[in-house]
């Protein structure tokens, strides 16, 4: 059974860092692509970085390039989001899901680790 | 960027036919992928590749594709299809994702 998991939110001042986790299980890791995607309390999903499956590519939305970093860890299989200079406006939940790169769809989401921007 | 618009809700009676459309330039040329979302839940994926689905998914859904339109169809309507629901492409000029601004289906 494909299982995610997502760690690491909570509150953050504005300015503030935060890195996210997503531990992947029941299957083959490494030859996935991963994804972040947010929603925003109330509102709609926003795709925010992909990877590839050996972590050599990167993308990211416009709103977070230069703030944000994708990374992985196939050993551990572990997806990562370090965000840092975080706004009030990244205040959402986070998903890591399994993605299929990009005319595939995201086949597997993990269930959110909520991320606060408050002082 | 690339945009879908969705209507913000639609209602339906039980065992009625709700419709869903996500609307987009040339959405027909792409590939259009439906999500269903229930309150405090993660997304799941319900139709794929315009009107694929998924295991597990009951053939009460199902998805069609043309023009500037994609749609998500659910034929007998059950209390527990109440959820948002959310249509989604890859945009290949900006190399991102889009989601649609998401439906929410009330069942009366």
Partial sequence: EVQLVESGGGLVQPGGSLRLSCAASGFTFTTYWMSWVRQTPGKGLEWVANIKHDGSETYYVDSVKGRFTISRDNAKNSLFLQMNSLRADDAAVYYCARDGQQVAPFDYWGQGTLVTVSS | ?108
């Fill in chain 2, 1 to 108: 960027s690339y945009v879908l618009t969705q209507p913000p809700s639609v209602s339906v009676a039980p065992g009625k036919t709700a419709t869903i459309t996500c609307g987009g330039d040339n959405i027909g040329r792409k590939s259009v992928h439906w999500y269903q979302q229930k309150p405090g839940q993660a997304p799941v994926l319900v139709i794929y590749y315009d009107y694929d689905r998924p295991s597990g998914i009951p053939e009460r859904f199902s998805g069609s594709n043309s023009g500037n339109t994609a749609t998500l169809t659910i034929t007998r309507v059950e209390a527990g299809d109440e959820a948002d629901y959310y249509c989604q492409v890859w945009d290949g000029s900006s190399d991102h994702y889009v989601f649609g601004t998401g439906t929410k289906v009330t069942v009366l």
